[in-house]
Protein backbone atom coordinates (compact mmCIF):
# COMPACT_ATOMS: atom_id res chain seq x y z
CA UNK A 1 0.00 0.00 0.00
CA UNK A 2 1.45 3.77 -0.90
CA UNK A 3 1.85 6.34 1.07
CA UNK A 4 -0.22 9.57 0.19
CA UNK A 5 0.58 13.17 1.46
CA UNK A 6 -2.08 16.26 0.60
CA UNK A 7 -0.57 19.85 0.99
CA UNK A 8 -2.46 22.46 1.75
CA UNK A 9 -1.93 26.55 1.93
CA UNK A 10 -5.02 28.55 3.32
CA UNK A 11 -3.78 30.76 0.19
CA UNK A 12 -2.68 27.99 -2.33
CA UNK A 13 -0.48 30.87 -3.69
CA UNK A 14 2.77 30.54 -6.22
CA UNK A 15 4.96 30.18 -3.63
CA UNK A 16 2.72 27.17 -2.39
CA UNK A 17 3.18 25.72 -5.56
CA UNK A 18 6.92 26.44 -6.25
CA UNK A 19 7.31 24.34 -2.69
CA UNK A 20 5.21 21.16 -4.07
CA UNK A 21 6.77 21.03 -6.78
CA UNK A 22 10.50 21.85 -5.58
CA UNK A 23 9.55 18.88 -3.08
CA UNK A 24 8.24 16.25 -6.01
CA UNK A 25 11.62 17.47 -7.66
CA UNK A 26 13.83 16.60 -4.74
CA UNK A 27 12.23 13.18 -4.27
CA UNK A 28 12.19 11.93 -7.40
CA UNK A 29 16.05 11.38 -6.96
CA UNK A 30 15.68 10.31 -3.65
CA UNK A 31 12.66 8.15 -2.77
CA UNK A 32 13.99 4.76 -4.33
CA UNK A 33 10.31 4.49 -5.20
CA UNK A 34 8.23 5.82 -8.20
CA UNK A 35 5.98 8.36 -6.39
CA UNK A 36 3.86 10.45 -8.07
CA UNK A 37 2.42 14.25 -7.98
CA UNK A 38 -1.73 14.71 -8.08
CA UNK A 39 -3.07 18.13 -8.88
CA UNK A 40 -6.31 18.91 -7.13
CA UNK A 41 -6.15 22.39 -8.39
CA UNK A 42 -8.98 21.78 -10.66
CA UNK A 43 -9.12 25.26 -11.45
CA UNK A 44 -5.78 26.33 -11.27
CA UNK A 45 -3.50 25.87 -14.65
CA UNK A 46 -0.98 27.38 -12.90
CA UNK A 47 1.40 23.93 -13.00
CA UNK A 48 1.02 23.83 -16.47
CA UNK A 49 3.84 26.55 -16.55
CA UNK A 50 6.46 24.40 -15.39
CA UNK A 51 8.62 22.84 -18.34
CA UNK A 52 9.27 19.18 -18.38
CA UNK A 53 10.90 19.28 -22.21
CA UNK A 54 13.76 17.70 -21.22
CA UNK A 55 11.93 14.83 -19.32
CA UNK A 56 10.96 13.27 -22.41
CA UNK A 57 7.77 12.65 -21.17
CA UNK A 58 4.62 10.37 -22.51
CA UNK A 59 1.40 12.35 -22.38
CA UNK A 60 -2.34 10.67 -21.74
CA UNK A 61 -5.24 11.95 -21.48
CA UNK A 62 -8.28 9.55 -20.25
CA UNK A 63 -11.68 11.52 -20.90
CA UNK A 64 -13.98 12.00 -17.72
CA UNK A 65 -18.14 11.38 -18.85
CA UNK A 66 -21.31 12.09 -17.07
CA UNK A 67 -24.59 11.39 -18.46
CA UNK A 68 -26.74 14.20 -18.08
CA UNK A 69 -30.82 14.12 -18.78
CA UNK A 70 -31.41 14.92 -22.40
CA UNK A 71 -35.84 16.09 -23.25
CA UNK A 72 -37.17 15.00 -26.04
CA UNK A 73 -40.04 17.95 -25.59
CA UNK A 74 -42.45 16.47 -28.24
CA UNK A 75 -42.78 13.78 -25.82
CA UNK A 76 -43.28 16.55 -22.61
CA UNK A 77 -46.60 17.14 -21.35
CA UNK A 78 -45.42 19.78 -19.37
CA UNK A 79 -46.55 18.52 -15.93
CA UNK A 80 -43.64 19.67 -13.84
CA UNK A 81 -42.56 16.86 -12.22
CA UNK A 82 -38.99 16.91 -13.14
CA UNK A 83 -38.41 20.93 -12.12
CA UNK A 84 -40.37 19.91 -8.59
CA UNK A 85 -37.67 16.73 -8.29
CA UNK A 86 -34.52 18.57 -8.87
CA UNK A 87 -32.48 20.00 -6.01
CA UNK A 88 -29.98 21.60 -7.70
CA UNK A 89 -31.90 24.41 -10.08
CA UNK A 90 -30.74 22.72 -13.01
CA UNK A 91 -34.39 22.69 -14.81
CA UNK A 92 -36.34 25.55 -16.49
CA UNK A 93 -40.02 25.16 -16.44
CA UNK A 94 -43.06 27.41 -17.59
CA UNK A 95 -46.07 25.79 -17.93
CA UNK A 96 -48.21 28.15 -19.72
CA UNK A 97 -45.01 28.92 -21.96
CA UNK A 98 -44.28 25.56 -22.67
CA UNK A 99 -40.56 25.96 -21.24
CA UNK A 100 -38.77 23.16 -20.33
CA UNK A 101 -34.54 22.93 -20.53
CA UNK A 102 -32.29 21.58 -18.47
CA UNK A 103 -29.13 23.83 -17.74
CA UNK A 104 -26.47 21.46 -18.16
CA UNK A 105 -23.93 23.82 -16.23
CA UNK A 106 -26.10 23.15 -13.22
CA UNK A 107 -26.96 19.53 -13.42
CA UNK A 108 -25.39 17.38 -10.59
CA UNK A 109 -26.68 14.31 -12.82
CA UNK A 110 -28.36 12.91 -10.02
CA UNK A 111 -31.24 10.94 -12.03
CA UNK A 112 -34.31 12.74 -9.82
CA UNK A 113 -35.82 13.99 -12.88
CA UNK A 114 -35.46 10.81 -15.05
CA UNK A 115 -37.24 8.91 -12.35
CA UNK A 116 -39.90 11.65 -12.12
CA UNK A 117 -41.12 11.45 -15.90
CA UNK A 118 -43.69 9.07 -16.40
CA UNK A 119 -44.01 10.48 -20.21
CA UNK A 120 -40.43 9.24 -21.27
CA UNK A 121 -39.63 12.65 -22.04
CA UNK A 122 -36.30 12.39 -20.39
CA UNK A 123 -33.58 10.55 -21.37
CA UNK A 124 -29.74 10.35 -20.68
CA UNK A 125 -26.49 11.63 -22.58
CA UNK A 126 -23.27 10.26 -22.01
CA UNK A 127 -21.43 14.01 -22.39
CA UNK A 128 -17.49 14.53 -22.04
CA UNK A 129 -17.09 16.56 -19.38
CA UNK A 130 -12.92 16.68 -18.66
CA UNK A 131 -9.81 14.54 -19.02
CA UNK A 132 -7.66 13.12 -16.84
CA UNK A 133 -4.07 14.66 -17.97
CA UNK A 134 -1.37 12.14 -16.99
CA UNK A 135 1.92 13.00 -17.80
CA UNK A 136 4.74 9.77 -16.74
CA UNK A 137 8.26 8.35 -17.05
CA UNK A 138 9.51 5.39 -15.46
CA UNK A 139 9.86 7.58 -12.09
CA UNK A 140 7.34 9.15 -11.71
CA UNK A 141 3.83 10.72 -12.92
CA UNK A 142 2.30 13.76 -12.70
CA UNK A 143 -1.75 13.41 -12.66
CA UNK A 144 -3.78 16.60 -13.29
CA UNK A 145 -7.98 16.69 -13.31
CA UNK A 146 -9.35 19.16 -15.75
CA UNK A 147 -13.07 20.16 -16.23
CA UNK A 148 -14.95 21.66 -18.87
CA UNK A 149 -16.79 24.30 -17.15
CA UNK A 150 -18.45 21.21 -15.54
CA UNK A 151 -17.39 22.39 -11.76
CA UNK A 152 -20.23 20.67 -10.29
CA UNK A 153 -18.56 16.87 -11.12
CA UNK A 154 -15.25 17.85 -9.68
CA UNK A 155 -16.01 15.12 -6.60
CA UNK A 156 -16.37 12.75 -9.85
CA UNK A 157 -12.81 14.14 -11.70
CA UNK A 158 -11.29 13.61 -8.47
CA UNK A 159 -11.91 9.87 -7.34
CA UNK A 160 -10.92 9.36 -11.25
CA UNK A 161 -7.60 10.91 -10.78
CA UNK A 162 -7.25 8.92 -7.82
CA UNK A 163 -8.04 6.02 -9.13
CA UNK A 164 -5.42 6.38 -11.39
CA UNK A 165 -2.53 7.72 -8.87
CA UNK A 166 -3.53 4.68 -6.49
CA UNK A 167 -0.89 2.55 -7.42
CA UNK A 168 1.70 5.06 -6.80
CA UNK A 169 4.11 4.19 -4.14
CA UNK A 170 4.56 7.78 -3.19
CA UNK A 171 1.84 10.19 -4.01
CA UNK A 172 1.77 13.93 -2.90
CA UNK A 173 -1.28 15.61 -3.49
CA UNK A 174 -1.72 19.00 -3.96
CA UNK A 175 -5.16 19.70 -2.00
CA UNK A 176 -7.72 22.40 -3.11
CA UNK A 177 -8.21 25.62 -0.54
CA UNK A 178 -10.47 24.94 2.31
CA UNK A 179 -13.25 26.62 1.33
CA UNK A 180 -13.31 24.38 -2.11
CA UNK A 181 -16.60 22.21 -1.85
CA UNK A 182 -14.76 19.46 -3.15
CA UNK A 183 -12.17 19.67 -0.29
CA UNK A 184 -13.23 16.44 1.64
CA UNK A 185 -13.18 14.06 -1.22
CA UNK A 186 -9.34 15.59 -2.06
CA UNK A 187 -8.34 14.99 1.24
CA UNK A 188 -10.40 11.85 2.64
CA UNK A 189 -7.70 9.10 1.74
CA UNK A 190 -4.81 10.71 2.78
CA UNK A 191 -2.48 9.28 5.35
CA UNK A 192 -0.77 12.86 6.29
CA UNK A 193 -2.36 15.89 5.46
CA UNK A 194 0.95 18.79 5.60
CA UNK A 195 -0.79 22.57 6.62
CA UNK A 196 1.64 26.07 4.87
CA UNK A 197 0.66 28.88 6.99
CA UNK A 198 2.25 32.22 7.18
CA UNK A 199 1.22 33.06 11.18
CA UNK A 200 0.20 30.48 13.85
CA UNK A 201 -3.27 32.44 13.72
CA UNK A 202 -3.65 31.29 10.50
CA UNK A 203 -2.62 27.77 10.88
CA UNK A 204 -5.01 27.22 13.92
CA UNK A 205 -8.10 28.47 11.62
CA UNK A 206 -6.88 25.91 8.66
CA UNK A 207 -5.61 22.98 10.95
CA UNK A 208 -9.58 23.64 13.24
CA UNK A 209 -11.09 23.35 9.83
CA UNK A 210 -9.20 20.63 8.49
CA UNK A 211 -10.18 18.64 11.35
CA UNK A 212 -13.64 19.08 10.96
CA UNK A 213 -13.38 17.73 7.41
CA UNK A 214 -10.95 15.10 8.47
CA UNK A 215 -9.57 12.85 11.00
CA UNK A 216 -5.61 11.93 10.62
CA UNK A 217 -1.70 12.70 11.17
CA UNK A 218 -1.35 16.66 10.49
CA UNK A 219 1.67 18.47 10.13
CA UNK A 220 2.57 21.77 9.89
CA UNK A 221 4.82 24.28 7.97
CA UNK A 222 5.38 27.80 8.15
CA UNK A 223 7.13 30.05 5.89
CA UNK A 224 8.83 33.88 6.37
CA UNK A 225 7.77 34.02 10.06
CA UNK A 226 9.52 35.09 13.22
CA UNK A 227 8.12 32.92 15.95
CA UNK A 228 9.85 31.77 19.09
CA UNK A 229 11.16 27.64 19.79
CA UNK A 230 8.62 27.75 22.56
CA UNK A 231 5.77 29.27 20.60
CA UNK A 232 6.29 26.45 17.90
CA UNK A 233 6.36 24.21 20.90
CA UNK A 234 2.89 25.28 22.61
CA UNK A 235 1.38 25.13 19.14
CA UNK A 236 2.64 21.90 18.13
CA UNK A 237 1.25 20.31 21.86
CA UNK A 238 -1.95 22.02 21.89
CA UNK A 239 -2.79 20.89 18.12
CA UNK A 240 -1.28 17.53 18.25
CA UNK A 241 0.62 18.01 15.28
CA UNK A 242 3.72 17.56 13.59
CA UNK A 243 6.14 20.35 12.57
CA UNK A 244 8.60 19.90 10.25
CA UNK A 245 10.01 23.92 9.88
CA UNK A 246 9.96 27.12 8.77
CA UNK A 247 10.88 28.02 4.97
CA UNK A 248 11.72 31.60 3.65
CA UNK A 249 11.16 32.57 -0.07
CA UNK A 250 10.32 35.85 -1.10
CA UNK A 251 7.92 35.62 -4.35
CA UNK A 252 8.29 39.38 -4.82
CA UNK A 253 12.03 38.96 -5.49
CA UNK A 254 11.46 36.16 -7.74
CA UNK A 255 8.47 38.19 -9.71
CA UNK A 256 10.40 41.36 -10.05
CA UNK A 257 13.48 40.01 -11.04
CA UNK A 258 14.03 40.90 -14.88
CA UNK A 259 16.13 37.63 -15.38
CA UNK A 260 13.70 35.30 -14.33
CA UNK A 261 12.31 32.53 -16.83
CA UNK A 262 9.08 32.98 -15.26
CA UNK A 263 8.81 29.24 -14.87
CA UNK A 264 7.68 27.83 -11.50
CA UNK A 265 9.93 25.06 -11.54
CA UNK A 266 12.89 28.09 -11.40
CA UNK A 267 11.25 29.85 -8.37
CA UNK A 268 10.90 26.77 -6.75
CA UNK A 269 14.98 25.32 -7.09
CA UNK A 270 15.91 28.39 -6.09
CA UNK A 271 13.68 29.40 -3.13
CA UNK A 272 12.28 27.25 -1.47
CA UNK A 273 13.66 24.68 1.92
CA UNK A 274 15.85 21.60 0.78
CA UNK A 275 16.14 20.28 4.46
CA UNK A 276 12.15 20.67 4.98
CA UNK A 277 11.74 18.94 1.62
CA UNK A 278 14.35 16.09 3.62
CA UNK A 279 12.42 16.23 7.12
CA UNK A 280 9.24 15.38 5.07
CA UNK A 281 10.89 12.17 3.34
CA UNK A 282 12.48 10.76 6.40
CA UNK A 283 9.42 10.87 8.06
CA UNK A 284 7.15 8.97 5.65
CA UNK A 285 10.13 6.28 5.00
CA UNK A 286 9.69 5.60 8.52
CA UNK A 287 6.56 5.58 8.59
CA UNK A 288 6.23 3.07 5.69
CA UNK A 289 8.75 1.20 7.35
CA UNK A 290 6.94 0.66 10.27
CA UNK A 291 3.86 -0.64 7.93
S1 LIG B 1 -30.29 14.90 -13.24
FE1 LIG B 1 -30.71 15.74 -11.20
S2 LIG B 1 -29.65 17.71 -11.20
FE2 LIG B 1 -29.82 17.10 -13.33
S3 LIG B 1 -31.68 18.08 -14.05
FE3 LIG B 1 -32.24 16.02 -13.39
S4 LIG B 1 -32.88 16.25 -11.26
FE4 LIG B 1 -31.78 18.12 -11.82
S1 LIG C 1 -41.64 15.32 -15.92
FE1 LIG C 1 -41.44 14.77 -18.08
S2 LIG C 1 -43.36 15.39 -19.00
FE2 LIG C 1 -43.28 16.40 -17.03
S3 LIG C 1 -42.35 18.43 -17.47
FE3 LIG C 1 -40.67 17.05 -16.97
S4 LIG C 1 -39.98 16.24 -18.92
FE4 LIG C 1 -42.00 17.11 -19.27
Not at 39 to 44: E, F, K, T
Not at 110 to 131: F, V
Request: charged residues 20%; glycine residues 4%.
Amino acid sequence: MGYKIALLDSHAGVGFKAFVFYVFQNWINKANKPIGLLNLHLDDALLSTISFEDLQLSTELLPIYSYLPVVEIEHCTFCGKCFNYCAFGAIVFHKDSKIMTIMEQNCSACGACLYACNDRALSEKKKLIGRVNILRNEQFQIISPQLDDFFQFAKLAIRMAKQYSNSIPLLLTIAPSLSKPYFSESVMDMDLCIVMAKSLSVAKNTILELKSHWVGNIALITYNSDLSDNEIDDFIHSFEVLYFGNMHFSIADWITNPESSKLLSDFALVQTDEVISNRILDYVNQQMNQR
